[in-house]
């Protein structure tokens, strides 16, 4: 059974950093590529960033450029969001997904909430 279990979320004020991680489990996760997508209240999912299978290509949306930082462990099966200069406008409930993009398989989420 494909698991995703992401964790590291939490409250946090504008300026802020949190780590998210999502341990994979139920597949081979060295064999995939892996996204890290948000929904706001009241949004659509959003895609915000995705690494390929050996980790050598990081894409992300330009909202975060510059700002978060995904890898990924395969040895240790684990995704990581590292999120830097928080904004306001990135409050959202954070998923770890298989493959590129928002359709792919999905953990619960962590929620971040950025505010003052």
């Known amino acids: 059974e494909v698991q995703l279990v992401e964790s590291g979320g939490g409250q946090v004020q504008p300026g802020g950093s949190l780590r998210l991680s999502c341990a994979a489990s139920?597949?081979?996760?060295?064999?995939?590529?892996m996204s890290w997508v948000r929904q706001a209240p009241g949004k659509e999912l959003e895609w915000v960033s995705s690494?390929?299978?050996?980790?050598?290509?990081?894409y992300y949306i330009e909202a975060v450029k510059g700002r978060f930082t995904i890898s990924r462990d395969n040895a240790k099966n684990t995704l990581y969001l590292q999120m830097n200069s928080l904004k306001i406008e990135d409050t959202a409930v954070y998923y770890c997904?298989?493959?590129?993009?928002?359709?792919?398989?999905r953990g619960q989420g962590t929620q971040v909430t950025v505010s003052s």
């Open positions: 997904a298989i493959n590129v993009g928002t359709s792919g398989t």
């Open positions: 139920g597949f081979t996760f060295s064999f995939y590529a």
């Open positions: 690494i390929m299978q050996d980790g050598d290509g990081e």
